[in-house]
């Protein structure tokens, strides 16, 4: 062969080589591609479901009734001779003007625990000193907790105006009992004494307080 052409049909045929081969590739990408189209590829749904719960109504529990607690039975002090606390004190005899007797511890009677009987005279300008107004003692809460009873004697003047002065403690069964005593007494007020018409201090009276309590 000639020399000449040699070189046209060596060119010819890398040509013809060349695309072949990117002919082939070409085939050989679309059929792969179709084959992978052809595949049916899984789809995964998420479905949330929505479960339904079958709620049990709670049963209400009654609340058990409480009972209320009983009230403290609270000790009670009367003032007045009738409601239980002995004043030792004739009431009946001021009243009358004829006189006063202050009982000692014991009770009534005599001429009392170191005042002696007030005698007066039942003339128009003379009176007998009269109470008015009587304040109740408290009854001392360590007394009430230990549910002690006594009593408390008591001494004091009564005035031209009809207050108390210096009341003092002659005897108690208990002290406990004796501040709330005089505390009460130092209220009490009276109409004064009269001698001859004019205001007078009525000293040395005695009374007798008794803290009892109730039930």
């Given at each position: 062969?000639?020399?000449?052409?040699?070189?046209?049909?060596?060119?010819?045929?890398?040509?013809?080589?060349?695309?072949?081969?990117?002919?082939?590739?070409?085939?050989?990408?679309?059929?792969?591609?179709?084959?992978?189209?052809?595949?049916?590829?899984?789809?995964?749904?998420?479905?949330?479901?929505?479960?339904?719960?079958?709620?049990?109504?709670?049963?209400?529990?009654?609340?058990?009734?409480?009972?209320?607690?009983?009230?403290?039975?609270?000790?009670?002090?009367?003032?007045?001779?009738?409601?239980?606390?002995?004043?030792?004190?004739?009431?009946?005899?001021?009243?009358?003007?004829?006189g006063a007797e202050f009982?000692?511890?014991?009770?009534?009677?005599?001429?009392?625990?170191?005042?002696g009987a007030l005698a007066?005279n039942a003339g128009l300008?003379?009176?007998?000193?009269?109470?008015?107004?009587?304040?109740?003692?408290?009854?001392?809460?360590?007394?009430?907790?230990?549910?002690?009873?006594?009593?408390?004697?008591?001494?004091?003047?009564?005035?031209?105006?009809?207050?108390?002065?210096?009341?003092?403690?002659?005897?108690?069964?208990?002290?406990?009992?004796?501040?709330?005593?005089?505390?009460?007494?130092?209220?009490?007020?009276?109409?004064?004494?009269?001698?001859?018409?004019?205001?007078?201090?009525?000293?040395?009276?005695?009374?007798?307080?008794?803290?009892?309590?109730?039930?």
């Amino acid at each position: 062969m000639a020399a000449w052409l040699r070189f046209p049909i060596a060119l010819l045929a890398s040509a013809v080589f060349t695309f072949g081969l990117f002919g082939g590739l070409r085939a050989l990408t679309l059929a792969r591609s179709e084959a992978d189209a052809a595949v049916a590829i899984p789809k995964v749904e998420f479905v949330r479901l929505r479960r339904e719960v079958e709620i049990e109504p709670k049963k209400r529990e009654k609340p058990e009734r409480v009972k209320p607690e009983q009230a403290p039975v609270t000790p009670a002090l009367s003032v007045a001779q009738e409601e239980g606390v002995d004043l030792g004190l004739d009431v009946q005899a001021l009243a009358a003007g004829l006189g006063a007797e202050f009982g000692s511890a014991g009770g009534h009677g005599g001429d009392g625990a170191g005042g002696g009987a007030l005698a007066f005279n039942a003339g128009l300008s003379d009176r007998a000193p009269l109470p008015l107004v009587r304040v109740e003692p408290q009854y001392p809460p360590q007394a009430r907790q230990k549910k002690l009873e006594g009593w408390v004697q008591v001494s004091f003047t009564i005035s031209t105006a009809g207050s108390v002065k210096d009341p003092a403690v002659v005897k108690s069964s208990h002290s406990v009992f004796e501040r709330a005593a005089l505390q009460a007494v130092g209220k009490w007020k009276y109409q004064p004494q009269l001698v001859e018409g004019r205001p007078a201090e009525t000293p040395n009276q005695q009374v007798l307080l008794r803290f009892k309590m109730e039930g």
